[in-house]
């Protein structure tokens, strides 16, 4: 893997008509930033070759209003990014990562900001970048990392709602 893209589903109701959290769908704020990260991401060259999308109904409307922006090979719903951990995510996308490119995950927090900081850190990057990943990841962001040969990840962008990059 060359590229890691972070992106955190859109914002989601807070209250689905099942009762359960995994059913939450989103708001139409939600699919609005799904798509314009879509978008900004494509327009930036940002293209994955695979995309790991959480099985959250939130997260696989994100991945839908997002796709048109950002034609994928080969998409894998997995029901395990559901809320998953840092090491969790980075475990799944470094596993599917040996035969892509670029590795999108779609999924939720505080497990992609959890890894974001992380990757921050074990890349060296400044205390102020480290300190903004630490306030906070909302819906819509996504975060992007190179990785080299050696598996060490380089912040290489961050696209917030409203198409701001940082």
Same mark, same amino acid.
Not at 11 to 22: L, P, V
Not at 40 to 57: E, I, K, Q, R, T
């Given at each position: 893997?060359?590229?890691?893209?972070?992106?955190?589903?859109?914002?989601?109701?807070?209250?689905?008509?099942?009762?359960?959290?995994?059913?939450?769908?989103?708001?139409?704020?939600?699919?609005?930033?799904?798509?314009?990260?879509?978008?900004?991401?494509?327009?930036?060259?940002?293209?994955?070759?695979?995309?790991?999308?959480?099985?959250? +109904?939130? =997260?696989?409307?994100?991945?839908? $209003? /997002? %796709?048109?922006? @950002?034609?994928?090979?080969?998409? &894998?719903?997995?029901?395990?990014?559901?809320?998953?951990?840092?090491?969790?995510?980075?475990?799944?996308?470094?596993?599917?990562?040996?035969?892509?490119?670029?590795?999108?995950?779609?999924?939720?927090?505080?497990?992609?900001?959890?890894?974001?900081?992380?990757?921050?850190?074990?890349?060296?990057?400044?205390?102020?970048?480290?300190?903004? +990943?630490? =306030?906070?990841?909302?819906?819509? $962001? /996504? %975060?992007?990392? @190179?990785?080299?040969?050696?598996? &060490?990840?380089?912040?290489?962008?961050?696209?917030?709602?409203?198409?701001?990059?940082?």
């Amino acid at each position: 893997m060359d590229r890691l893209i972070l992106l955190r589903h859109g914002d989601a109701e807070r209250h689905s008509a099942s009762g359960e959290d995994f059913d939450r769908q989103l708001t139409s704020t939600g699919r609005r930033e799904s798509l314009e990260a879509g978008e900004n991401l494509a327009h930036l060259g940002f293209m994955p070759d695979v995309a790991l999308v959480s099985g959250a +109904a939130r =997260a696989r409307e994100t991945w839908a $209003a /997002a %796709a048109p922006a @950002l034609p994928c090979p080969e998409v &894998r719903y997995d029901d395990r990014l559901y809320l998953a951990e840092a090491p969790v995510i980075r475990e799944a996308a470094d596993a599917v990562g040996e035969q892509a490119r670029t590795v999108m995950v779609v999924g939720h927090n505080p497990g992609l900001q959890e890894l974001i900081v992380m990757l921050l850190i074990e890349g060296a990057a400044a205390p102020q970048l480290i300190a903004r +990943a630490k =306030a906070g990841f909302p819906t819509g $962001a /996504a %975060a992007v990392f @190179l990785i080299d040969a050696n598996g &060490r990840p380089a912040f290489d962008g961050l696209l917030m709602p409203g198409g701001r990059r940082h």
